[in-house]
């Protein structure tokens, strides 16, 4: 658990930053320094390992996050994603891998995930700064409205991060425990 959250929580915490809003290039946005230094790190080894781990940590992240939303407006997931697709093509895969997560038919969110690599690394690094910009965001309004403390919120990731690291997610075979999420 320890390790997903060392590399999520940073992400957040720099996406929530203002200066992500402002940014007025890749260089200056402060989540997309952090994924370029774990692309950095990655690029030493000859391995994509951290930016994957990174990736799939995000996805967890913005799961959780989105069906928090889910539950405070009232409504299952799904509905509540689509309501915030406007279609914008440059949302295209951080709609579909959210999707994914609730959806009982089609692709997984490791097969989006390696699909959005195979179609173009530079969008799927971007879709890791996406996942971090609406986590962030949709933290920043559900903690606004009063709906939860961020240290809920919080706890709510460190807890999803957890099942999937200790093989409790949906590919590790957890048993029934916590199987449903929507």
Not at 11 to 40: F, N, W, Y
């Amino acid at each position: 658990m320890a390790r997903l959250e060392n590399q999520v929580f940073p992400l957040l915490k720099a996406c929530a930053d203002p200066a992500s809003r402002t940014a007025a290039t890749r260089r200056d946005h402060p989540g997309c320094q952090i994924v370029t230094a774990t692309m950095e790190k990655d690029m030493g080894t000859g391995a994509v390992d951290n930016t994957m781990f990174l990736a799939a940590g995000m996805a967890i992240a913005g799961a959780t996050v989105l069906e928090l939303g889910a539950i405070h407006r009232g409504v299952r997931a799904l509905a509540f994603i689509d309501a915030l697709d406007q279609g914008s093509a440059d949302e295209k895969w951080l709609m579909m891998l959210l999707r994914s997560f609730f959806a009982e038919e089609g692709p997984t969110p490791p097969d989006v995930l390696g699909q959005c690599w195979d179609s173009s690394q530079d969008e799927f690094y971007d879709l890791i700064v996406e996942l971090g910009d609406f986590g962030a965001t949709l933290i920043d309004r559900l903690t606004g409205r009063g709906a939860y403390t961020e240290a809920e919120i919080l706890l709510e990731i460190v807890d999803a991060l957890g099942d999937e690291e200790g093989g409790g997610g949906e590919e590790g075979g957890g048993g029934e425990e916590g199987e449903e999420r929507d």
